[in-house]
């Protein structure tokens, strides 16, 4: 009997530092990471033909980056060391980029810029059913309201959006995983690009309205919008109401 402990002990410490082990790990790849996604955009309701895009979200430890080619516009968030983030963005058909000052984030308003989706909406979220193992475990969510509906599959461990299908107004928008990687040299090459672009201060912009590049970019606005980070396939942003 004595013996019988003894292996039950060892066997259940052995389990437990595996799934410690199996949750290192995830959390190493969570921090990063490349994820690509297709968008389809239809209206469901009309005969019209869908329309295709595509959304790049890259992590490397505490920065993010947000690639949309269609807009040829990466957005870049850095953690300095005082913990605040400043937010860079950067237009590549100019090799321009635009700086603006660093200022402190709620934990939902980064959770969206990190991985899409916040606690926050999670929590409103009905969870409908689970499959899959560490950090291939997926979450399968449901929302729905007068104004739109949205479906999520939903990896924890990785704190990322394998599928989603939102509707609002009668259009149909569905993001979907198309490939993830872990390469380091993949996420090096993809956060070191846009180094070279040539930067401007957001506060240095009025200074500089003979710059054909800045006129179009103060017509254009600034407008750091900190609710719904889905964008149809055209790379235009998604209300998502029930995000804010």
Same mark, same amino acid.
């Given at each position: 009997?004595?013996?019988?402990?003894?292996?039950?002990?060892?066997?259940?410490?052995?389990?437990?530092?595996?799934?410690?082990?199996?949750?290192?790990?995830? !959390?190493?790849?969570?921090?990063?990471?490349?994820?690509?996604?297709?968008?389809? !955009?239809?209206?469901?309701?009309?005969?019209?033909?869908?329309?295709?895009?595509?959304?790049?979200?890259?992590?490397?430890?505490?920065?993010?980056?947000?690639?949309?080619?269609?807009?040829?516009?990466?957005?870049?968030?850095?953690?300095?060391?005082?913990?605040?983030?400043?937010?860079?963005?950067?237009?590549?058909?100019?090799?321009?980029?635009?700086?603006?000052?660093?200022?402190?984030?709620?934990?939902?308003?980064?959770?969206?810029?990190?991985?899409?989706?916040?606690?926050?909406?999670?929590? *409103?979220?009905?969870?409908?059913?689970?499959?899959?193992?560490?950090?291939?475990?997926?979450?399968?969510? *449901?929302?729905?309201? *007068?104004?739109?509906?949205?479906?999520?599959?939903?990896?924890?461990?990785?704190?990322?959006?394998?599928?989603?299908?939102?509707?609002?107004?009668?259009?149909?928008?569905?993001?979907?995983?198309?490939?993830?990687?872990?390469?380091?040299?993949?996420?090096?090459? !993809?956060?070191? *690009?846009?180094?070279?672009?040539?930067? !401007?201060?957001?506060?240095?912009?009025?200074?500089?309205?003979?710059?054909?590049?800045?006129?179009?970019?103060?017509?254009?606005?600034?407008?750091?919008?900190?609710?719904?980070?889905?964008?149809?396939?055209?790379?235009?942003?998604?209300?998502?109401?029930?995000?804010?």
């Amino acid at each position: 009997m004595k013996n019988f402990v003894i292996l039950f002990c060892f066997m259940a410490s052995q389990l437990i530092s595996f799934k410690n082990y199996a949750s290192e790990q995830c !959390t190493k790849q969570s921090e990063q990471l490349g994820a690509i996604y297709l968008i389809e !955009t239809s209206h469901m309701n009309h005969k019209t033909k869908q329309k295709k895009g595509k959304f790049e979200l890259w992590r490397k430890g505490h920065d993010i980056l947000h690639i949309n080619p269609s807009k040829q516009t990466t957005n870049k968030w850095h953690t300095l060391k005082n913990n605040s983030i400043r937010k860079v963005s950067y237009f590549d058909h100019y090799q321009k980029g635009i700086e603006f000052e660093p200022k402190a984030l709620t934990k939902t308003k980064w959770q969206l810029k990190y991985q899409l989706v916040s606690e926050d909406q999670l929590s *409103k979220m009905t969870l409908i059913s689970t499959k899959g193992k560490h950090c291939d475990r997926i979450e399968h969510y *449901k929302f729905a309201s *007068k104004e739109q509906s949205i479906e999520l599959w939903w990896k924890p461990e990785l704190q990322l959006a394998q599928k989603i299908i939102y509707i609002e107004k009668e259009t149909l928008t569905v993001w979907q995983l198309n490939k993830t990687t872990f390469s380091k040299d993949d996420i090096e090459n !993809t956060f070191n *690009k846009i180094e070279h672009y040539q930067m !401007t201060d957001y506060a240095d912009i009025g200074d500089n309205e003979s710059d054909p590049f800045l006129r179009k970019m103060i017509r254009l606005g600034f407008i750091d919008h900190a609710g719904s980070v889905f964008y149809d396939a055209q790379g235009n942003q998604l209300a998502n109401d029930h995000q804010h």
